[in-house]
């Protein structure tokens, strides 16, 4: 059995690399709470996350984004799924530093296209081609690497064999 976190589990990771998928089986067997940040903002903001992107830009999203994120690990121990951009931010980054034990969901590349071809309601790849993801997707694999924890997830079986992964890596 996983010991029991004393801080915030932070699922960090490049869009559909399954944050938030992965985050609710392994809230569930840690039994704490599951908190999907982007979820979060859509309940506080009464609209969804492509609608603040359409009607207030990214940076005014990634504002929203760093205030909740700043909140929410400021509480108990929790698993939480961030947006995959959040770690761009100094700040946010900061927080997750003194705050949360952050865990990376390393999904190789092919995998992400293949996701995202199978689901929609991501403004940052909205109307992007392969190679803009790739580039984003290489743009920010250095500050998922800033995480405590690296679990290779694009060849796995099952989101359970993902989190059993993590649970071993908490041990």
């Keep these: 059995m996983a010991r029991f976190p004393s801080k915030p589990l932070v699922l960090v990771g490049f869009m559909a690399a399954g944050k938030s998928k992965i985050g609710r089986l392994l809230a569930r067997e840690l039994q704490l709470p599951f908190i999907d940040t ?41 698993v939480v ?42 403004p940052v790849a909205s109307g992007k081609t392969a190679d803009e993801l790739r580039e984003l997707w290489e743009q920010r694999r ?13 060849r796995m079986p099952a989101p359970e064999a993902v989190v059993k992964r993590v649970l071993e890596a908490l041990q």
């Design 38 to 78: 982007d979820r979060e903002i859509e309940k506080e903001m009464g609209c969804a996350i492509p609608t603040i992107f359409r009607d207030f830009g990214e940076p005014e999203f990634r504002r929203i984004e760093r205030e909740t994120i700043a909140r929410i690990v400021g509480r108990e121990p929790q």
């Design 142 to 154: 250095p500050f998922y690497e800033l995480a405590k924890i690296r679990i290779e997830t694009g």
């Design 81 to 122: 799924a961030i947006g995959g951009g959040a770690c761009m931010d100094a700040q946010t980054r900061q927080v997750l530093d003194q705050r949360a034990l952050t865990i990376w969901l390393d999904v190789p590349f092919e995998a992400v296209m293949d996701r995202l071809s199978k689901s929609s309601g991501r």
